[in-house]
């Protein structure tokens, strides 16, 4: 299987405080990309980051590429409870046309 | 932004029923479409992708007989489970890259379908 593994699988932390989510993946890609899934609805794209970038932020969202360890991290600063949901990185592989390869989440919990 | 529309959120049908599960771009033209399955608190599984105007490419142990996928036009792509039984029961997503689109730019999602075969 070529699916990425994210941890931890499940996140509990205050509200204020910041989570970071982490994303492992195998092959050579053209891109990595975040969503965010709330229970039983569809996905929301949060960010995306090419192969060629490291670091890209976007409001609240910090998210780290290292191609060398084909790892990336999700860090949401300040969180607010309704950030609760589950969280997904997704790769496109190189040469793997337009197809998204999802990790196995992240259910993150933020407590008032 | 963007919105993908799919229809029907829930249903719940009997075994050996078909059911037609549809996804349409409302406000941009997508020529690919994306079809996943998803279990509960489990990722998504990338089930075949669908181009319009022609034959559903799908991934590795989904059967095509049973999983049919019509993509007719640019705007709407069906799936369609036929003779339904219990361990078909899951939450089926669809996704649609816009055609103005950067190639491996993001998929917009459509909000899920929850199918319960009793």
Redesign the interface.
């Given at each position: 299987s070529q699916?990425g593994e994210e941890d931890p699988q499940a996140l509990s932390i205050q509200e204020g405080e910041n989570a970071t989510m982490n994303c492992s993946y195998k092959t050579s890609i053209?891109?990595l990309?975040w969503?965010r899934q709330n229970s039983?609805?569809?996905?929301?794209?949060l960010i995306?980051i090419r192969s060629n970038e490291r670091e890209k932020h976007s409001g609240r969202l910090r998210v780290t590429l290292d191609t060398s360890k084909k790892s990336s991290s999700l860090l949401i600063t300040a969180s607010r409870a309704a950030d609760t949901a589950?969280y997904?990185c997704a790769t496109?592989r190189e040469g793997g046309?337009?197809?998204?390869?999802?990790?196995?989440?992240t259910?993150l919990k933020v407590e008032l | 932004g963007a919105v993908v529309s799919q229809h029907p959120s829930r249903v719940i049908c009997k075994s050996g029923t078909s059911v037609k599960i549809e996804c349409r771009s409302l406000d941009f033209q997508a020529t690919t479409m994306f079809w996943y399955r998803q279990f509960p608190k489990k990722s998504l599984m990338l089930m075949a992708t669908s181009n319009e105007g022609s034959k559903a490419t799908y991934e590795q142990g989904v059967e095509k007989d049973k999983f049919l996928i019509n993509h007719a036009s640019l705007t709407l792509s069906t799936l369609t489970v036929t003779s339904a039984h219990p361990e078909d029961s899951s939450f089926y997503i669809c996704s649609a890259m816009a055609v103005n689109f950067a190639t491996n730019e993001k998929l917009f999602f459509g909000s899920g379908t929850q199918l319960s075969v009793l």
């Amino acid at each position: 299987s070529q699916q990425g593994e994210e941890d931890p699988q499940a996140l509990s932390i205050q509200e204020g405080e910041n989570a970071t989510m982490n994303c492992s993946y195998k092959t050579s890609i053209n891109n990595l990309q975040w969503y965010r899934q709330n229970s039983g609805r569809g996905l929301v794209h949060l960010i995306l980051i090419r192969s060629n970038e490291r670091e890209k932020h976007s409001g609240r969202l910090r998210v780290t590429l290292d191609t060398s360890k084909k790892s990336s991290s999700l860090l949401i600063t300040a969180s607010r409870a309704a950030d609760t949901a589950s969280y997904f990185c997704a790769t496109v592989r190189e040469g793997g046309g337009n197809k998204l390869t999802f990790g196995t989440g992240t259910q993150l919990k933020v407590e008032l | 932004g963007a919105v993908v529309s799919q229809h029907p959120s829930r249903v719940i049908c009997k075994s050996g029923t078909s059911v037609k599960i549809e996804c349409r771009s409302l406000d941009f033209q997508a020529t690919t479409m994306f079809w996943y399955r998803q279990f509960p608190k489990k990722s998504l599984m990338l089930m075949a992708t669908s181009n319009e105007g022609s034959k559903a490419t799908y991934e590795q142990g989904v059967e095509k007989d049973k999983f049919l996928i019509n993509h007719a036009s640019l705007t709407l792509s069906t799936l369609t489970v036929t003779s339904a039984h219990p361990e078909d029961s899951s939450f089926y997503i669809c996704s649609a890259m816009a055609v103005n689109f950067a190639t491996n730019e993001k998929l917009f999602f459509g909000s899920g379908t929850q199918l319960s075969v009793l």
